[in-house]
């Protein structure tokens, strides 16, 4: 299975690691730290040294009860960041639900980009199928919007659900021109599920990954980490490795986290073991 990005070329053979940058003021974990251009390009670039696949840049808060950034904030966050960045090696992202922006970013370089709203903002599918470039999509589930998207959280199968849902969103995609090896599916954690919600989805997420496209899962530092641990955003890597690997063992091919180095080296470990063979000297 490949993945392809732009001008980049993905092999999933082993989980990939996306790297979370936010340049927004308002983020849930590390909102603020990154706004200033030379902040955000140190930190892009030192999460490619730790064996960054996938560099993923957000200029638009999604949290719950986050307010709406408009275009030209985030095209005034992003452009210029992508446009220093293109040389880094690594293939760039850009999470943002804004067809506008979205053109904007590919022509400044970007190789993926990632929308939670699984383009359905008019112009957003448009956008992609019409790129000069064959950058990839992130097809996220969400139910509501960001601001409103924890009140009365209600699903009859969840799974079935969240399948469903990504299975008609890659399907139109395809339908309108984007090639199978450009598309990403995502549950969504946390996007208007409950804690409950969340495990369920991902005890089951062979279910998502039997869809055909590769999985990536964003359960970073994320709340049911937090509700699970007791522990506060800045102290729940453990337990995000945790999720990582539960994921990955499930299927997943790509982990969107804000702990790049920690990642690394637990998939190392994972990859390892799952790929282990005996030489000749032991095998005696
Ligand atoms: N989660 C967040 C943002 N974008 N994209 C995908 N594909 N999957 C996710 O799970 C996902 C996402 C929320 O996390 P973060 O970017 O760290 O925080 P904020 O939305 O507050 O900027």
């Given at each position: 299975m490949i993945l392809r990005c732009g001008r980049f070329e993905l092999a999933l053979d082993r989980p990939r690691v996306m790297g979370v940058l936010n340049v927004t003021p308002d983020s849930f974990s590390d909102g603020g730290r990154f706004?200033?251009?030379?902040?955000?390009?140190?930190?892009?670039?030192?999460?490619?040294?730790?064996?960054?696949?996938?560099?993923?840049?957000?200029?638009?808060?999604?949290?719950?009860?986050?307010t709406p950034t408009s275009e030209s904030d985030e095209m005034r966050r992003i452009v210029p960041l992508l446009e220093r960045l293109a040389g880094a090696g690594a293939p760039v992202s850009v999470d943002t639900?804004?067809?506008?922006?979205?053109?904007?970013?590919?022509?400044?370089?970007?190789?993926?980009?990632?929308?939670?709203?699984?383009?359905r903002a008019p112009g957003a599918l448009e956008t992609l199928a019409s790129a000069t470039k064959p950058v990839a999509v992130c097809l996220m589930h969400m139910r509501g919007e960001p601001a409103s998207m924890q009140q009365r959280v209600a699903y009859t199968d969840v799974v079935a659900e969240v399948r469903g849902f990504l299975a008609e969103r890659a399907g139109a995609c395809e339908a309108a021109g984007i090639a199978h090896e450009r598309i990403v599916v995502d549950p969504g954690f946390g996007f208007g599920k409950t804690v409950a919600h969340n495990l369920v989805l991902l005890r089951e997420l062979a279910q998502i990954v039997a869809l055909g496209y590769p999985v990536l899962v964003g359960l970073s530092r994320k709340s049911t980490i937090g509700t699970i641990t007791g522990r506060e955003v800045g102290e729940r890597v453990a337990g995000s490795l945790g999720a990582a690997l539960a994921a990955v063992a499930r299927g997943a091919k790509l982990v969107r986290v804000h702990d790049v180095r920690e990642t690394v080296d637990a998939l190392k470990v994972w990859n390892a073991v799952e790929t282990a063979a005996l030489g000749r000297a032991e095998r005696g």
């Open positions: 706004l200033e251009m030379d902040a955000a390009l140190e930190h892009a670039r030192r999460m490619i040294e730790e064996g960054a696949d996938i560099i993923d840049i957000g200029a638009e808060s999604t949290r719950p009860g986050a639900r804004k067809p506008a922006v979205m053109r904007a970013a590919i022509a400044a370089g970007a190789s993926m980009i990632n929308d939670v709203a699984a383009l």
